[in-house]
């Protein structure tokens, strides 16, 4: 098990970028995968961006080219470099870990617990 907190969201104008953190209470140097997932009123979860314990990555198509996923293991955090952002991506973020991309996808043998999130709201 992993605790993991969101942050870095808030209000930006469209176009505009923000980074979000994920900040894990342990080592993250050997989760397999990690994943971004996002929450928009009325619609189901979904995973944005994942990246592997060797850092092969893999979006949402319509993330692609505008949001970029790292990890620092040093810092046992995920980031996600989020540009260009449109008001269809408000929403609130969330990350989580698994033991492979297929956990990741299917959201099942998840590490973590769903935390708080982060807001992000794309509106002029």
């Known amino acids: 098990q992993v605790q993991l907190v969101e942050s870095g969201g808030g209000l930006v104008q469209p176009g505009g970028s923000l980074r979000l953190s994920c900040a894990a209470s342990r080592s993250i140097s050997s989760i397999p995968a990690m994943g971004w997932y996002r929450e928009a009123p009325g619609k189901q979860r979904e995973l944005v961006a994942e990246i592997t314990s060797i850092g092969l990555t893999n979006y949402l198509y319509s993330v692609k080219g505008r949001f970029t996923v790292s990890r620092d293991n040093a810092e046992n955090t995920v980031y996600l470099q989020m540009n260009s952002l449109k008001p269809e991506d408000t929403a609130v973020y969330y990350c989580?870990?698994?033991?492979?991309?297929?956990?990741?996808?299917?959201?099942?043998?998840?590490?973590?617990?769903w935390g708080q999130g982060t807001q992000v709201t794309v509106s002029s």
């Open positions: 989580n870990a698994g033991d492979s991309v297929i956990s990741i996808r299917s959201m099942t043998r998840l590490f973590g617990s």
